[in-house]
């Protein structure tokens, strides 16, 4: 029984010593992933949480977009670089943001410049540039007259793109509202009329 303690030590110390020569130089750290399972929970929140931000970023940029449909138009109806009330709330809107405004401000481009049969592609095009630094213009002198909480409004920087509007158009619901009280008055039920797209 004397021998059984030390022979079994030494076989187990030879084992020990022909497994190291097997496997190597490696560690415990270098055969398992050591930060699971917290990577896999990240690459997993990211996978979930980046279309999200996304998103969320393409919506602060539309709202922080000052639209055609903010611009007042002249007696004719062309389109002018003068604010309207709608362009002034959104940007008096922008000014009083907590805890600091978004100096970066969007522009949609001049869209509203009227498409004429006959008048050269490149002269619209330069009719649209024009009036989109005549609204840039705009939109910095009114802002110089406000005064953000980040900072002095000097800061502000206008940048131009070509996003479609996201809305629905308001004569829709005015529809339906005006064809409900008709057909109040008329003792008759309401009728949905399709909606048209026109602009008029």
């Not at 021998?3 to 415990?28: D, E, M, P, Q």
């Not at 001049?110 to 330069?126: C, F, H, R, S």
């Amino acid at each position: 029984m004397k021998g059984f303690i030390t022979k079994n030590t030494l076989r187990l110390c030879l084992s020990g010593a022909s497994l190291v020569s097997l496997i190597g130089c490696y560690h415990y750290r270098e055969l398992v992933d050591p930060c699971w399972p917290e990577r896999y929970n990240a690459m997993a929140r990211h996978g979930v949480r980046d279309p999200f931000y996304a998103q969320a970023d393409k919506g602060h940029l539309l709202e922080q977009t000052v639209w055609n449909w903010m611009f007042e138009t002249d007696k004719a109806g062309a389109p002018t670089e003068n604010l309207n009330g709608a362009g002034i709330a959104r940007l008096a809107q922008i000014t009083r943001t907590l805890p600091a405004p978004d100096m970066q401000l969007f522009l949609q481009t001049a869209q509203d410049i009227p498409y004429t049969n006959g008048v050269a592609p490149e002269k619209i095009v330069a009719q649209r540039e024009q009036m989109n630094r005549r609204r840039i213009d705009s939109i910095l002198r009114f802002m110089s007259t406000q005064t953000p909480a980040g900072g002095g409004s000097g800061a502000f920087q206008v940048a131009v793109h070509d996003f479609a509007p996201t809305y629905v158009p308001g004569h829709h619901p005015l529809l339906a509202v005006d064809n409900f009280e008709k057909g109040l008055k008329n003792g008759m039920p309401q009728v949905f009329v399709p909606p048209t797209y026109s602009t008029k």
